[in-house]
């Protein structure tokens, strides 16, 4: 795997070479960043779709989506606001939910979950119990 969205080497790379690539970012950033890797993928002779496309997003759930992004924010002090919510995903679980299938939609195949530090194991209980129950 290689983690990184540089579009002219990194992506390069990840065509030549990469069975897994993890990007970062916003679903326009995300979409643009496949879009150049399925062009390095021609360029180079490689099945874009031999490529496992995920995506790490710090996500943090809770029944109210406005404590949600406050403890997002509250997470990511050294990162741009908007850059925090943009790479995360966050809310209530159909908030969350929504989010990944925009994601999936996007080309992203694994949604890597960065949990909440504060509340790692109520995180992964809320993500197991209400995101992936229901996809199954």
């Known amino acids: 795997m290689v983690g990184g969205g540089g579009e002219r080497k990194?992506?390069?790379i990840v065509a030549k070479y990469a069975d897994a690539c993890n990007l970062y970012g916003s679903v326009e950033t995300i979409k643009r960043k496949l879009d150049v890797l399925k062009e390095h993928c021609k360029s180079v002779g490689r099945d874009y779709d031999s490529i496992l496309k995920t995506r790490l997003s710090p996500t943090v759930i809770d029944d109210d989506k406005e404590?949600?992004?406050k403890r997002l924010l509250q997470n990511s002090k050294e990162m741009d606001e908007a850059v925090a919510?943009?790479?995360?995903v966050y809310g209530t679980p159909e908030d969350v939910s929504t989010q990944i299938q925009i994601l999936k939609d996007a080309g992203i195949q694994y949604h890597i979950v960065g949990l909440?530090?504060?509340?790692?194991l109520e995180t992964?209980?809320?993500f197991a119990n209400?995101?992936?129950?229901k996809e199954r």
């Open 130 to 133: 209400n995101i992936l129950k």
């Open 10 to 12: 990194t992506l390069r």
């Open 85 to 88: 919510l943009s790479g995360s």
């Open 124 to 126: 992964l209980d809320r």
């Open 67 to 69: 404590m949600a992004k």
């Open 116 to 120: 909440d530090p504060s509340r790692e």
